[in-house]
């Protein structure tokens, strides 16, 4: 018990800290930006490709129910496409705006990144001036460890909630009959994938922030390794199901994101738990190097 209290008040130390920087500030903004650049790009595309479609068929004198029949089957082949083709995907995200869903796969794709920004100093910011003994003489260190592990996935969490319910708010303007059942649904189950799938670079974050004395070199470290789990992620898909580096792809988090939508509880519960031991094996990684720190 002791060791909880002291990391519940390490948590709460470092959020409050994180809250009132301008750090947070920063951090927000950029992801905003970058959220909303991709948004109004991938908007600006569907609205042409809707308008030149319907010039299309009006040219080729289709009637109104043609042309709201083909656009639908539009829609379904790019949804099959981002769902893999997965039917209980496609019948559970139907409701949702094609342009949600190609932000998600945008932003998801790049926040493993957002995330080595936000806490690529967690730890090694504290150990390279060496005002990490003075923590971890009134605490243990795991509880330093998990106190700002916490802290930096307690505040990716509500950067995420900010951005995903401005995008499903964009959403719901741009498209009058995406309904607000609808969308809050859809906003609960985007924000939980994101979550998931974020924890486990967090950790990451903190096995990288724990290896290294210095900020700017667990950072280039940190993006090393994002690179080298894409690798192996593209090069297992790369393979086939019969090639022989396809089990390469099972060892990067990335292979995992794609049942985070699914409407099938074993299949986000295998996803959910394979992003657990990631971000549980990259802990246990950060605790061995910080203990066996000299600070």
Same mark, same amino acid.
């Given at each position: 018990?002791?060791?909880?209290?002291?990391?519940?008040?390490?948590?709460?130390?470092?959020?409050?800290?994180?809250?009132?920087?301008?750090?947070?500030?920063?951090?927000? %903004?950029?992801?905003?930006?970058?959220?909303?650049?991709?948004?109004?790009?991938? #908007?600006?595309?569907?609205? +042409?490709?809707?308008?030149?479609?319907?010039?299309?068929?009006?040219?080729? $004198?289709?009637? !109104?129910?043609?042309?709201?029949?083909?656009?639908?089957?539009?829609?379904? $082949?790019?949804?099959?496409?981002? =769902?893999?083709?997965?039917?209980?995907?496609?019948? @559970?995200?139907?409701?949702?705006?094609?342009?949600?869903?190609?932000?998600?796969?945008?932003?998801?794709?790049?926040?493993?990144?957002?995330?080595?920004?936000?806490? /690529?100093?967690?730890?090694?910011?504290?150990?390279?001036?060496?005002?990490?003994?003075?923590?971890?003489?009134?605490?243990?260190?795991?509880?330093?460890?998990? %106190?700002?592990?916490? =802290?930096? @996935?307690?505040?990716?969490? $509500?950067?995420?909630?900010?951005?995903?319910?401005?995008? /499903?708010?964009?959403?719901?303007?741009?498209?009058?009959?995406?309904?607000?059942?609808?969308?809050?649904?859809?906003?609960?189950?985007?924000?939980? !994938? @994101?979550?998931?799938?974020?924890?486990?670079?967090? !950790?990451?974050?903190?096995?990288?922030?724990?290896?290294?004395?210095?900020?700017?070199?667990?950072?280039?470290?940190?993006?090393?390794?994002? /690179?080298?789990?894409?690798?192996?992620?593209?090069? #297992?898909?790369?393979?086939?199901?019969? $090639?022989?580096?396809?089990?390469?792809?099972?060892?990067?988090?990335?292979?995992? @994101?794609?049942?985070?939508?699914?409407?099938?509880?074993?299949? /986000?519960?295998?996803?959910? !738990?394979?992003?657990?031991?990631?971000?549980?094996?990259?802990?246990?990684?950060?605790?061995?190097?910080?203990?066996?720190? +000299?600070?």
């Amino acid at each position: 018990m002791d060791g909880l209290k002291e990391t519940l008040v390490i948590w709460g130390a470092e959020f409050r800290r994180a809250v009132r920087s301008g750090r947070a500030v920063v951090l927000l %903004g950029l992801y905003s930006m970058f959220s909303a650049l991709v948004l109004l790009v991938i #908007g600006k595309l569907t609205s +042409d490709l809707r308008a030149t479609m319907n010039e299309r068929l009006a040219g080729a $004198g289709a009637d !109104a129910e043609s042309a709201a029949r083909m656009m639908e089957e539009t829609r379904k $082949g790019v949804l099959g496409f981002l =769902t893999s083709n997965d039917t209980s995907m496609m019948e @559970a995200l139907a409701q949702v705006p094609i342009e949600v869903l190609l932000v998600f796969k945008v932003t998801l794709f790049f926040l493993p990144a957002y995330v080595a920004l936000m806490g /690529f100093d967690q730890i090694s910011g504290e150990v390279a001036p060496r005002s990490m003994r003075y923590l971890t003489v009134r605490a243990r260190r795991s509880s330093v460890l998990m %106190g700002k592990f916490l =802290t930096q @996935a307690a505040l990716l969490v $509500g950067l995420v909630l900010v951005i995903d319910l401005a995008i /499903f708010v964009y959403a719901r303007i741009a498209n009058p009959d995406f309904g607000f059942a609808a969308l809050s649904l859809n906003l609960l189950k985007f924000w939980l !994938a @994101a979550i998931v799938f974020s924890l486990a670079y967090v !950790a990451l974050t903190t096995l990288c922030s724990s290896v290294f004395r210095t900020p700017g070199v667990s950072l280039v470290f940190n993006f090393i390794l994002l /690179f080298v789990f894409w690798l192996m992620d593209t090069v #297992g898909r790369a393979s086939g199901e019969t $090639g022989a580096l396809r089990f390469l792809r099972y060892l990067s988090p990335s292979n995992y @994101a794609g049942d985070l939508l699914h409407p099938k509880i074993t299949e /986000f519960g295998v996803s959910g !738990a394979a992003y657990a031991a990631f971000a549980t094996l990259f802990l246990l990684g950060a605790y061995g190097a910080l203990r066996a720190r +000299d600070l």
